[in-house]
């Protein structure tokens, strides 16, 4: 029975991602919510005239009239402040601690060199561009929410 209420509601949630052209997406919060974005391609005129390959959030491929994207689906597991969460900005939230890592990036081809032929940067991690190559690798993240409780005085009588 388990099987079959699952298997059931994953093709009715793909049959409605498919339709609406959303990605796929499975919420059962605060226990579980996965999401999937469909994969995209386009062959026409209107199509980037570049030759490609990226990672950022997934895999892509541009060539002249033909553009080609999967992307990195995501999961999330556990309430707020007890989380968990994979994909391309992976987390640990215990509390009001927040660890997390961005998935590092690359761009191999003629888009790579849009900003320039040779650079190094260290902004918010460490980017690199050579000739036809792009890559980027962000720094880990700590976020603590500050505590903001409501104080409320009583009602004068």
Known sequence: MKTTSTLVLTIATTLTAIADSQPAKLDLAPIVVVSQPLPSLRVDSKAKPELNVSINNGVGLDA????????????????????????????????????????????????ANKDG??????????????PFLKLNIPCPTLNVEKNQTKTTTPAKK
Do not use: E, H
């Open 64 to 111: 002249p009239f033909v553009n080609a994207g999967v992307q990195l689906g995501s999961i999330s597991v556990g309430p707020k402040t007890l989380n968990v969460t994979a994909g391309n900005n992976s987390s640990v939230t215990v509390g009001p601690v927040t660890v997390g890592q961005t998935l590092p990036s690359a761009i191999i081809g003629t888009s």
């Open 117 to 130: 032929w040779l650079s190094l940067t260290l902004k918010d991690g460490v980017g690199i561009t050579l």
